[in-house]
T-cell receptor, first 114, second 118 residues
């Protein structure tokens, strides 16, 4: 079965510090990988996506993620966090073989302290 | 680009009534629309997938007679929660894939609808 694991439920970082949010997946097909961000009471905004090609992908708001097939991971990174980055982050996996339906991780809540 | 709207953003209804939620793709035609449910402090659970002019495909455990989905056009899908009960209270989010993109695998999400059933 397809699954996505975000091992950190909460992460707190200081403003200006670097950030890495972890995502591991188990999938029976070649995956497409996404990171979305959700602010309280809001929908999801796409940060970045990986379909193929360069395994390091750049997204909006200064985020990047690296696809590591050998580790089944797609970790999200940002070199310097801003207070406005505080939100919940979801990793999601999909595949054409599964009708492009997305499986989401449980989410990681990011808190930024000043 | 790729903006998805939902209406209403919040709705409160009495137990036993039906509620309709609209999902629109504002600046693109949607190949497929998806409906998700999100419980507090939890992730999104896919309820159903719908294509314009076709019957929706429901995920296992989702009652299709309770959650009616209509996808009448390339820009509009509706979810009707029939005979709502307090346990149906949740955050409902729709998403859509863009027919105009070379890859149709990116889902663009609406802002969500908070349903409270009293």
């Amino acid at each position: 079965a397809q699954s996505v694991t975000q091992p950190d439920i909460h992460i707190t970082v200081s403003e200006g510090a670097s950030l890495e949010l972890r995502c591991n997946y188990s999938y029976g097909a070649t995956p497409y990988l996404f990171w979305y961000v959700q602010s309280p009471g809001q929908g999801l905004q796409l940060l970045l996506k990986y379909f193929s090609g360069d395994t390091l992908v750049q997204g909006i708001k200064g985020f990047e993620a690296e696809f590591k097939r050998s580790q089944s991971s797609f970790n999200l990174r940002k070199p310097s966090v801003h207070w406005s980055d505080a939100a919940e982050y979801f990793c999601a996996v999909g595949a054409k073989e599964y009708g492009n339906k997305l499986v989401f991780g449980a989410g990681t809540i990011l808190r930024v302290k000043s | 680009g790729a903006v998805v709207s939902q209406h209403p953003s919040r709705v409160i209804c009495k137990s036993g009534t039906s509620v309709k939620i609209e999902c629109r793709s504002l600046d693109f035609q949607a190949t497929t629309m998806f409906w998700y449910r999100q419980f507090p402090k939890q992730s999104l659970m896919l309820m159903a997938t719908s294509n314009e002019g076709s019957k929706a495909t429901y995920e296992q455990g989702v009652e299709k007679d309770k959650f009616l989905i209509n996808h009448a056009s390339l820009t509009l899908s509706t979810l009707t929660v029939t005979s709502a009960h307090p346990e149906d209270s949740s955050f409902y989010i729709c998403s859509a894939t863009n027919r105009g993109e070379s890859s149709t695998d990116t889902q663009y999400f609406g802002p969500g609808t908070r349903l409270t059933v009293l």
